[in-house]
């Protein structure tokens, strides 16, 4: 499956984005989706993640109440991350990955990566 990240940009503290990962496979919803995040200098960390029919979903406790993961298996083959309140810590490239099983929070479990968008959020 291929991955497209977009929809990322520079806001004030306070504001929002919303993120979309579209991608090519006929297969999409056997996967699971996951956002990642790697902010300057850190290592790239788990975001939060949707399971293939969109039924149950997993975030860290940074972002819940501030961000919603979704995804359309139907029409348009796509997960979008609505991020809500945006804080400065928030700021780093968001890449989706797929991978087929349940949701796994480390990075190395994905085979399947987007390129990635940045999301800069000003102080």
């Known amino acids: 499956v291929q991955l497209q990240a977009f929809g990322g940009g520079l806001v004030q503290a306070g504001g929002s984005l919303r993120l979309t990962c579209a991608a090519s496979?006929?297969?999409?919803?056997?996967?699971?989706i996951s956002w990642f995040r790697q902010a300057p200098g850190k290592e790239r960390e788990f975001v939060t993640s949707i399971s293939p029919s969109g039924g149950f979903t997993v975030y860290v406790d940074a972002v819940k109440g501030r961000c919603t993961i979704s995804r359309d298996n139907a029409a348009e083959n796509t997960v979008l991350l609505q991020m809500n309140s945006l804080k400065p810590e928030d700021t780093g490239v968001h890449s989706c990955?797929?991978?087929?099983?349940?949701?796994?929070?480390?990075?190395?479990?994905?085979?399947?990566w987007g390129q990635g968008t940045q999301v800069t959020v000003s102080s």
């Open positions: 990955a797929a991978r087929v099983g349940v949701t796994i929070r480390s990075r190395h479990a994905y085979r399947y």
């Open positions: 496979a006929r297969t999409f919803n056997l996967y699971t």
